[in-house]
């Protein structure tokens, strides 16, 4: 089916250090997926971060990055140097062509510390 | 712009009652999609709508749960007969048909003791 694989639990990083949330996907019914970084800050509603619906590019935003990876079924989210400001869940996604259904991981919660 | 709008944030309930979500998508969108998230799950789809009518609703467990827009703007979910498995945080999204953004809610934390 498909699905969506990305770390999980809750990870812990020192501000300005490098981060990676590892995502991979499944997309036997989609042949052609869009890829999707969701985030949810505290208190807050889930919101879009990046997408990519071409494989091969990159998406980012606010200092993510995430590259659509088709041979490796990943889109591995990085960000070069960590704010506490970034502290939040973080959600991989996909959906098909006509986003009739995002498919989500389970979320990955990061904690900047200072 | 108003976003999504949900209500209530929080329901707790006894097994065997009933609830009901409420959901107003932004305005101008077609596409309103209800999820249900359990603790440390991602989002799942239960339905979704364009306009007034239901286009998916094959994850929705249907002997119990209902949902509606009847004029294609405002929408409801309604779980009768709640049971503890069913506790988990219920999100309304919308979207403008063929855009490749959707816009969340905040949710519903819904509890069944």
């Known amino acids: 089916g498909d699905s969506v694989t990305q770390t999980e639990g809750q990870v812990t990083v020192s501000e300005s250090k490098s981060l990676i949330i590892n995502c991979t996907y499944s997309?036997?019914?989609?042949?052609?997926?869009?890829l999707f970084w969701y985030v949810r800050y505290p208190g807050e509603g889930l919101q879009l971060l990046l997408k990519?619906?071409?494989?091969?590019q990159k998406g980012s935003s606010r200092g993510f990055e995430a590259t659509y990876n088709k041979e490796a079924t990943s889109f591995h989210l990085q960000k070069a140097s960590v704010q506490e400001s970034d502290s939040a869940v973080y959600y991989c996604?996909?959906?098909?062509?006509?986003?009739?259904?995002?498919?989500f991981g389970k979320g990955t919660s990061l904690t900047v510390i200072p | 712009e108003a976003g999504v709008t949900q209500s209530p944030r929080y329901a707790v309930l006894q097994e065997g009652q009933a609830v009901s979500f409420w959901c107003d998508p932004i305005s101008g969108h077609d596409t309103l999609y209800w999820y249900q998230q359990p603790r440390d799950q991602g989002p799942q789809l239960l339905v979704y709508f364009r306009d007034e009518a239901v286009i998916d609703n094959s994850q929705l467990p249907s002997d119990r749960f209902s949902a509606v827009r009847p004029k294609g703007t405002n929408s409801t979910l309604k779980i009768q007969s709640a049971k503890q498995g069913d506790t988990a945080t219920y999100l309304c999204?919308?979207?403008?048909?063929?855009?490749?953004?959707?816009?969340f809610g905040k949710g519903t934390r819904l509890t069944v003791v």
């Open positions: 996604a996909l959906s098909n062509t006509g986003y009739q259904n995002f498919y």
């Open positions: 999204a919308s979207s403008f048909q063929g855009d490749t953004e959707v816009f």
């Open positions: 997309a036997t019914s989609i042949g052609y997926p869009n």
């Open positions: 990519v619906i071409t494989a091969g």
